[in-house]
């Protein structure tokens, strides 16, 4: 990670200084540079050997900001390159071609918002055996508030069915409780408890308002206790804050639930691989 914060580190001192005059409002380098990360994160794909992740990335912003960033558009891509090369290897992603980054202006976004939409794609030269076939890619709207705070809008990088198509497969994570089943997707985190503003709402009286929280962290999943009254069991024991992977059962007050973590190969669509 240390080469990702020295990036970084490079890219908040261009934004006090060039950098920093063009995107003096809201965007700045590294945001967007966590844009295209989120993208290659969403839109991964797993083979029988590797995970292929997006490599062909379309950044737009509105008409004034893309103005704003003329006479440094060759400096931002090569530093955004550098960002999405080093992000890959650190997760060891496998990119069919170098990363390519382009700007292009957007008449419906407001300046301060950026979008970024990501392919994967083998370039000209000859396809590697078992590389997937290039994706059509989806765009993700970001607000550089929301960016930072961890929230995000947009739509998922890769559908299910469009892995299928490739013939990819596709990692299913969900929580299954009382019949139901709560697919967790996008990059989380996930709150657990009887209000109804929870992602995971629990019908149980035993259960806090706001009871639990499962979040991803260093390519798996833990799940967290929120102070909640009757407690969170993972596998019949209590915990605060524990790594949980899939069948793992989780308790939430009375009521008990499954973390179901799979891949979901090609050919495998059954009526559970599809709710």
Excluded: C
């Excluded at 379309?58 to 999405?84: G, N």
């Amino acid at each position: 990670m240390g080469f990702l914060k020295h990036i970084e580190k490079r890219m908040e001192s261009l934004v006090e200084g060039v950098f920093g005059r063009a995107f003096r409002r809201r965007i700045h380098p590294v945001e967007i540079a966590k844009g295209l990360t989120k993208q290659m994160d969403e839109g991964r794909m797993v083979s029988i050997s590797r995970t292929y992740a997006p490599n062909d990335f379309t950044v737009h912003l509105s008409r004034e900001d893309t103005e704003s960033i003329q006479a440094y558009r060759d400096s931002l891509t090569d530093e955004l390159i550098q960002y999405a090369s080093a992000h890959a290897e650190n997760k060891n992603y496998h990119l069919m071609t170098p990363p390519r980054i382009r700007f292009e202006a957007e008449e419906t976004l407001r300046f301060g918002e950026f979008g970024v939409t990501a392919k994967l794609t083998g370039g000209e030269g000859p396809r590697e055996k078992g590389a997937p076939q290039d994706t059509s890619g989806q765009t993700r709207i970001f607000r550089t508030e929301e960016v930072t705070g961890g929230v995000e809008q947009g739509t998922a990088a890769i559908s299910a069915e469009e892995a299928r198509r490739h013939g990819l497969a596709r990692e299913i994570v969900e929580v299954v409780l009382e019949g139901r089943t709560f697919p967790l997707e996008g990059r989380g985190p996930w709150t657990v408890g009887r209000s109804q503003e929870n992602d995971i709402v629990v019908n149980d009286p035993n259960v806090s308002r706001k009871h639990a929280r499962i979040s991803r962290a260093d390519n798996g999943f833990v799940v967290e206790d929120l102070g909640s009254t009757n407690g969170t069991l993972l596998d019949g024991a209590p915990i605060d804050r524990e790594r949980i992977d899939g069948g793992d059962e989780l308790t939430f007050g009375q009521s008990t639930a499954s973390f179901v973590r799979r891949i979901d190969s090609p050919g495998q669509g059954s009526p559970e691989g599809r709710r």
